[in-house]
């Protein structure tokens, strides 16, 4: 569809702040057969690979947690309402099978996210039982819960650990984790520890495990927002706020951004796989397999320019042409379109003025002939040969005509957003993509 083919559109010291995730009073029903629903994804975070044991060593709690016997409380917000979820635990990058032994879903409080309802809290099975191993390289999906759900409100899904050593998997965006020793799962609130980690290039809110919740809504559909770090922030809830206020609550809107992610090629550098899988190798998990997409939004590529030209990252992050990006992209799109699924490219954004300060020293420093891959790969998302539905344009964020640099009320640092900024792009989606 070639409607908007023009439209004007849009974690050396890392600090693990860690809770808790209550345990059923009542047990949902068991179904492991989901015939009879019409599961939608609600909420998502991408998996990255993260050592568990490496992260509480680096940290200020470094000695007061131990890998073992530990509840985990992750708050989140699904963007589409439900009478029933269903949750996705992730053991992707574990070495070893990795034991859940309790999980229960409930509402989270409006009194403070660490606490939740009780009267609406339930047992989580999988397969009809409590506790569920999940073997090295996968995921598993719970049976259904009888949890009612509104787009954009809070719930909480909490889960005792016993063993966590083989602990990979995490998301670092999308929920608020509270991290305590013991099993506390029973509990109506908790003292646990905000987990979340501090870095030199960005911070982390810390998603153990939980992957995906879906809604039974046989009258919705999803779409994705997937990209880098311009996304890893509260765009897609202001997407999902902005289709609610306008009557679209038929769409739930999923974030698969991550921090760093480069389209061709895998993360790199002095954090490693943090960064991710290239948007290539992660785009069928996190994109194509979510349930119910019908749309992606896409918006990932500068730091393919911006990683190889780093000081910290030469040598180490390899280098991509125009040409292997280009080709990417018509990879991506052909690949979703093959499933019927609609894709739209934002235009690549200006990063002049971003240094990726390190340290107190300039990591990269912008250059006309570095920011010349960005301006072609603009031109080509907004021709005729870009096979995409459509593109949203972005360079009404710049301040200068040539769309080289952000206005100032719309950046922290000359490639990220502000609150400001991440609402005038969120502006500048169209509405007839959801219509």
């Known amino acids: 569809m070639k409607k908007l083919k023009r439209f004007l559109s849009v974690l050396l010291c890392l600090c693990l702040t860690l809770s808790i995730m209550a345990v059923p009073a009542r047990a949902a029903s068991d179904s492991s057969d ?20 490496k992260m509480l060593s680096l940290t200020c709690l470094e000695g007061k947690l131990g890998v073992s016997n530990l509840t985990f ?15 996705t635990l992730s053991n992707e990058y574990g070495t070893g099978p990795l034991t859940v032994n309790a999980v229960t879903a409930a509402k989270t409080s409006d009194y403070s996210d660490r606490s939740i309802v009780l009267t609406e809290r339930y047992t989580v099975t999988f397969d009809g039982k409590k506790t569920v191993t999940i073997p090295a390289g996968e995921t598993v999906t719970s049976d259904a819960i009888p949890l009612e759900v509104e787009a954009n409100e809070s719930i909480t899904i909490s889960s005792y650990v016993k063993d966590s050593r083989n602990m990979k998997t995490f998301g670092l965006i999308g929920g608020t984790t509270y991290v305590s020793s013991g099993n506390d799962t029973k ?25 995906s919740v879906e809604v039974d809504n046989s009258e919705a559909t999803s779409v994705v927002v997937i990209g880098d770090s311009t996304l890893a922030n509260d765009i897609p809830y202001l997407l999902s706020e902005k289709l609610q206020d306008n009557g679209i609550t038929n769409y739930g809107v999923l974030q698969q951004a991550i921090k760093g992610n480069r389209l061709v090629a895998d993360g790199a550098g002095t954090l490693g796989m943090i960064y991710g899988e290239s948007m290539l190798n992660r785009f069928e998990r996190d994109a194509l397999d979510q349930s119910g997409v019908s749309v992606i939004l896409i918006k990932v590529g500068v730091n393919d320019i911006i990683h190889p030209n780093c000081e910290s990252m030469k040598g180490i992050a390899p280098e991509t042409t125009t040409e292997e990006m280009i080709a990417a ?13 609609e894709v739209y490219l934002f235009t690549r954004t200006a990063w002049k003025g971003y240094t990726r ?12 002939e570095l920011d010349q891959m960005r301006v072609e790969l603009n ?14 344009e972005l360079d009404s964020l710049c301040e200068d005509e040539a769309g080289t640099t952000l206005k100032s009320e719309y950046t922290i ?3 990220h957003f502000t609150a400001a900024g991440q609402q005038a792009l969120v502006d500048l989606i169209p509405l007839e993509i959801f219509q």
């Open 379 to 392: 031109e080509w998302i907004r021709s005729d040969d870009n096979p995409a539905d459509g593109y949203i």
């Open 187 to 211: 509990q109506y609130t908790t003292a646990g520890v905000e987990l979340s980690a501090s870095m030199d290039v960005g911070d982390y809110n810390v998603v153990p495990m939980l992957t």
């Open 73 to 87: 409380r992750t708050v989140v917000q699904p963007t589409l309402s439900g009478d029933s979820i269903r949750i």
């Open 413 to 415: 640092d000359g490639a």
């Open 34 to 53: 989901s015939s009879d629903y019409s599961w939608v994804g609600a909420w998502s975070t991408s998996p990255v690979e993260v050592n568990f044991s």
């Open 329 to 341: 992209y018509k990879e991506l799109i052909d690949a979703a379109h093959e499933r019927g699924i």
């Open 357 to 368: 300060n390190i340290t107190g020293t300039d990591d990269i420093v912008w250059l006309e």
